[in-house]
Every structure is written in structure tokens, then in C-alpha cells.
């Protein structure tokens, strides 16, 4: 069974970069057809899809949030990372990482990591 875990700081400075960490066990994330995502959730409101790594180290973006995002991978860790840049107050949310097929559906969350953007 995939399991995920996110690491990463709690508290990020406003026009710094948030840098979380994705730590995948039980599965390789180099697995035919599988995307790796960040999505976030801003507190009382829905899921917020910001972008994702295929297996074959193919990245794509929410447009809203693409001139300020980033998502790497390190194979050799199995592990694979997100950066936002500039962020805000508004960038406060519980961020998680998941793993979905290649049809859309998510099979596998980490436990979703709070990151707050003060001063």
C-alpha cells in the first residue's frame, strides 16, 4: 500500500518561497501511470488542485497558480517537492500531497500539513 507524507515548514515569511516535500513509501513514483499532486485547502473552503508530476517527470500547473509554482521530483529518493513562490497571508491552507491513476481518480492522500504565512 502507497503511502504518502508531506514535511516541510509550518510557517513561511510573506514574499518568500514555501518549499513542502512529498515522501512516497510503498510504491515507486516513477510507476506507470501515475501523477503525483499538490493540492491545498484554504480553511472552510474546497480542495484547490495546484499541479502535478507524472510518472515520467512531466509537470503541469493550475493556471492560477503556475507563474509562482514549481514541482520537482528526486528518483532516488522517491520523493517529490512543490514550490510556491511569493506567497501570502492568502497561501495559509492545509497542504496535501496524492497520487492519482491515470484516469483521475486519487487513491492515496498524506495526512495534509498546515502551512501559515505571517510575518
Known amino acids: ?10 510557517l513561511v515569511k510573506p ?6 516535500t512529498c515522501s512516497v513509501s510503498g510504491g515507486s513514483i516513477t510507476t506507470t501511470y ?7 485547502q484554504p480553511p472552510g473552503k474546497g480542495l484547490e488542485w495546484m499541479g502535478a508530476i ?3 517527470g512531466i509537470t503541469y ?5 503556475k507563474s509562482r509554482t514549481s514541482i520537482s521530483r528526486d528518483k532516488s529518493k ?4 512543490l514550490q510556491l513562490s511569493s506567497v501570502t497571508p ?11 491513476s491515470g484516469l483521475g481518480q486519487y487513491d492515496s492522500w498524506g495526512q495534509g500539513t498546515q502551512v501559515t504565512v505571517s510575518s
Open 1 to 10: 500500500q502507497v503511502q504518502l507524507q508531506e514535511s516541510g515548514p509550518g
Open 15 to 20: 514574499s518568500q518561497t514555501l518549499s513542502l
Open 34 to 40: 501515475y501523477w503525483w499532486s499538490w493540492i491545498r
Open 54 to 56: 507524472a510518472y515520467s
Open 61 to 65: 500547473y493550475s493556471p492560477s497558480l
Open 78 to 81: 522517491n520523493q517529490f517537492t
Open 90 to 100: 492568502v497561501d495559509t491552507d492545509v497542504y496535501y500531497c496524492a497520487r492519482a
